[in-house]
T-cell receptor, first 117, second 115 residues
Framework: GAGVSQTPSNKVTEKGKYVELRCDPISGHTALYWYRQSLGQGPEFLIYFQGTGAADDSGLPNDRFFAVRPEGSVSTLKIQRTERGDSAVYLC???????????????FGEGSRLTVL | AQKVTQAQTEISVVEKEDVTLDCVYETRDTTYYLFWYKQPPSGELVFLIRRNSFDEQNEISGRYSWNFQKSTSSFNFTITASQVVDSAVYFCALRGNSGTYKYIFGTGTRLKVLA
C-alpha cells in the first residue's frame, strides 16, 4: 500500500494475555519506529529499527515488550503478560533512512489501540 | 538529554484569528532537526515541516509560518487567519544527529478554532 499500515486497529485483551501488533511500513523505507501514545500525551518513543536490527530500544518500558523486524520490512511489537497500564495507542512510523546527515520525516500509520481489561 | 517542551496545553481561538504555538527544545547536538506534526481528530499524525539546525531562515507555507531561533532554542508555529479545519493537536519534535536517531516529541498543544 501507499502508506504505513497497522493491524489490528483495535485490540481488547484481558490482563495477563499476550498481544502482537503488526506494522507494514512504506515500501523502501529502511527505518521503522514504534511509539506509544496515551490519552492527552505526545508519542513516547519505544524502539526503532534500521533494516533488520534494533538501532535503539531504549524506550521499551520493561522486558515484557519486544519487537522484531526479521526481513527488514514488516515489524511486530510483542507484549507479554499485558497490564492495564499498557493500554494506549501504539503508533508505527517509517522513514526513508536515518543516518548522520540524512533525515526523512516520519510517516505514521493510524495506530493500534490496545485496551487491557 | 534531548527534550521538547510545549507549554501550551490547549488554545482556543475564534475563526480568522492568528495563533502561535510555542515549542522549546533542548539538545547537546550541534546538528539536529526539528519537526511539526498535526494530529487531527481522526488520529493519524501528519507531517507539516522539517527544519535543519543550520538553517535559521523562517518559512512560510500558505497560512502557516515557522519561526526558528537557535538563540532561544525555540521553533514556534503560527497559523494566520485560522480556520475550523485547523482544529487538531499539534506536536513539535526533535531528532538529534549523534548516537541515536530517535525522534522526541513534545506533549502537544490542542488547538480549537471556533466558528
Amino acid at each position: 500500500g501507499a502508506g504505513v499500515s497497522q493491524t489490528p486497529s483495535n485490540k481488547v485483551t484481558e490482563k495477563g494475555k499476550y498481544v502482537e501488533l503488526r506494522c507494514d511500513p512504506i515500501s523502501g523505507h529502511t527505518a521503522l519506529y514504534w511509539y506509544r501514545q496515551s490519552l492527552g500525551q505526545g508519542p513516547e518513543f519505544l524502539i526503532y529499527f534500521q533494516g533488520t536490527g534494533a538501532a535503539d530500544d531504549s524506550g521499551l518500558p520493561n522486558d515484557r515488550f519486544f519487537a522484531v523486524r526479521p526481513e527488514g520490512s514488516v515489524s511486530t511489537l510483542k507484549i507479554q503478560r499485558t497490564e492495564r497500564g499498557d493500554s494506549a495507542v501504539y503508533l508505527c512510523a517509517s522513514s526513508l533512512r536515518e543516518k548522520a546527515g540524512g533525515t526523512g520525516e516520519l510517516f505514521f500509520g493510524e495506530g493500534s489501540r490496545l485496551t487491557v481489561l | 538529554a534531548q527534550k521538547v517542551t510545549q507549554a501550551q496545553t490547549e488554545i482556543s481561538v475564534v475563526e480568522k484569528e492568528d495563533v502561535t504555538l510555542d515549542c522549546v527544545y533542548e539538545t547537546r547536538d550541534t546538528t539536529y532537526y526539528l519537526f511539526w506534526y498535526k494530529q487531527p481528530p481522526s488520529g493519524e499524525l501528519v507531517f507539516l515541516i522539517r527544519r535543519n539546525s543550520f538553517d535559521e531562515q523562517n518559512e512560510i507555507s500558505g497560512r502557516y509560518s515557522w519561526n526558528f531561533q537557535k538563540s532561544t532554542s525555540s521553533f514556534n508555529f503560527t497559523i494566520t487567519a485560522s480556520q475550523v479545519v485547523d482544529s487538531a493537536v499539534y506536536f513539535c519534535a526533535l531528532r538529534g544527529n549523534s548516537g541515536t536517531y530517535k525522534y522526541i516529541f513534545g506533549t502537544g498543544t490542542r488547538l480549537k478554532v471556533l466558528a
